[in-house]
């Protein structure tokens, strides 16, 4: 009996390796075809296997220094909004980093903590710019805060920012971050008030800390000599291709308004030179704000036009010609930057009734939404729609002198009946409302109650240095004069010119 199933047991055995070797070898003693792919496909699969291990470990790794280094390193307010300003992107950046963190398979998660601890906090700055509509307590909200810690923070901020003097474009920086259970915890916020100044708020042990800011800025000195040609031919772009600053134009058309008709009095071939400082941060970008004209000379038709500012001992500062009489007169002769005169004082054919009619003002063509300025100090006697004027204001400078302006989109801020205005003050906007054909500004100075032409008139001016004044002046104006002919000959300011005429730039 022990014979019999010991013979069966070895016709088992023989069996089953005659057909382990018809289903792995051929009868030529090879490796079948489907033996070698199943083989390939195993070791493809566990060298991918061991490749991930290894990619998920190190980039774990570089996070956790990276953010320690981050950590470590100083940053003040303008590091961080420069920083954030230069990749917008960073706050999607770190909510795909997390998304892709929790696709990260349980196991690889696992041998990740074993090989290096998990961060027990995750670093999240976040850059909000105020939109239309937005308030404080939104962007908090938005940055997944509490509306019970939203509102200590913004008493908080009570000494230090008003949140009502939000506006369209600002931008806020909040500082969060999350714990181990993936909470949203608050470490502070920075609000940029304007382009220098911020306000930070940091989360103490016990409320918060806040503190005011400032960017630091250096002062430069510029100098520029341009003339009018085809390729500049107005004073703004002559003076933007060598480099003046947009706030020190305006300053400059501003000053010379009182005896330059921009439309009129610059031709081909005038010369326009200027001194003036600036501010400057450390990134190249001008600072809004904090420039000053010191000197211009116009030379056109009527001669040189030069003006001289002048700081006088009681903090007074004023523009004086080379005699030391101020350059301010009772009016200004173009109470519109860059407008166009489209119509003149005098009889003429009305573009919308179509038959002569005099014309008891100046048109001055413009941009719709282009600012219109007080011609002189003086009391808003109107500032309501009137007639075919549609909306219209009109200025009493004195018990001579009045001026008005018509078909104004709308007022300048805080322009009513009764209010004292400046001269150059924004009073309101080009439009076309009342009886108009197009966006322009109808202009018109009244003298004892009766139209006079605007161009025509003579006009008293502003004041004439005397004594020990005139002396002062004409100190501070040979130094002005000194300075501006070294800056004239610098070799850097020259090479500068002659790098953009080279290039082409603009």
Request: aromatic residues 8%; positive net charge; contains cysteine.
């Amino acid at each position: 009996m022990m014979v019999v199933e010991s013979k069966n047991n070895k016709n088992i055995i023989e069996h089953i390796t005659k057909l382990r070797r018809r289903y792995v070898f051929t009868k030529h003693g090879d490796l079948r075809l489907r033996v070698v792919c199943a083989l390939v496909v195993f070791m493809t699969a566990l060298v991918g296997f061991g490749m991930k291990f290894e990619h998920s470990t190190s980039n774990f790794s570089v996070a956790n220094i990276t953010a320690n280094e981050a950590q470590a390193r100083p940053q003040t307010p303008e590091d961080v909004f420069m920083a954030m300003q230069a990749h917008p992107s960073a706050e999607e950046a770190v909510l795909e980093h997390d998304q892709e963190t929790e696709a990260e398979t349980p196991a690889v998660e696992e041998m990740a903590r074993i090989v290096i601890p998990t961060p027990t906090a995750k670093p999240l700055k976040r850059m909000f710019t105020v939109q239309s509509g937005d308030n404080l307590s939104s962007i908090l909200e938005r940055a997944s805060l509490s509306k019970a810690e939203t509102y200590q923070i913004i008493q908080a901020l009570e000494n230090a920012y008003n949140p009502r003097d939000m506006r369209v474009g600002q931008k806020i920086l909040i500082d969060v971050e999350k714990n181990e259970t993936k909470d949203i915890v608050f470490n502070g916020l920075y609000i940029q008030k304007n382009q220098l100044d911020f306000v930070k708020l940091a989360k103490a042990e016990t409320g918060y800390d806040v503190k005011s800011l400032q960017r630091k800025f250096k002062t430069r000195t510029g100098f520029a000599d341009a003339t009018i040609d085809q390729t500049a031919p107005s004073i703004y772009i002559a003076l933007r291709e060598q480099g003046v600053p947009n706030e020190i134009i305006a300053q400059l058309i501003r000053y010379y308004s009182w005896d330059l008709d921009f439309q009129r009095d610059v031709h081909p071939g005038n010369r326009i030179r200027v001194l003036y400082e600036h501010g400057v941060m450390d990134n190249g970008e001008s600072v809004n704000g904090h420039g000053k004209l010191i000197y211009a000379s116009y030379s056109g038709y009527r001669g040189d036009l030069p003006m001289y500012r002048y700081e006088k001992e009681n903090g007074d500062v004023d523009y004086y010609n080379d005699k030391g009489m101020s350059v301010r007169k009772a009016l200004l002769s173009t109470p519109v930057d860059g407008a166009r005169l489209s119509s003149g004082f005098g009889r003429r054919k009305h573009p919308v009734l179509g038959y002569q009619k005099m014309h008891k003002g100046v048109d001055f063509a413009a941009p719709r939404g282009t600012p219109i300025y007080a011609a002189g100090d003086g009391i808003v006697e109107k500032a309501e729609w009137f007639s075919s004027f549609g909306n219209y204001v009109r200025i009493r400078h004195n018990g001579e002198l009045k001026t008005a302006y018509a078909h104004m989109k709308g007022f300048g801020k805080g322009v009513r009946k009764g209010v004292r205005v400046k001269q150059g003050q924004i009073i309101g906007y080009i439009g076309t409302t009342g009886r108009s054909t197009g966006p322009h500004l109808h202009y018109e100075v009244h003298k004892n109650g009766v139209q006079v032409n605007p161009n025509s008139l003579k006009l008293p001016t502003g004041e004439k240095l005397a004594g020990e004044k005139l002396d002062s002046f004409m100190a501070a104006k040979a130094m002005i004069d000194r300075k501006a002919k070294d800056l004239s000959k610098d070799p850097a300011r020259i090479a500068f010119l002659k790098k953009d005429k080279e290039t082409g730039a603009e």
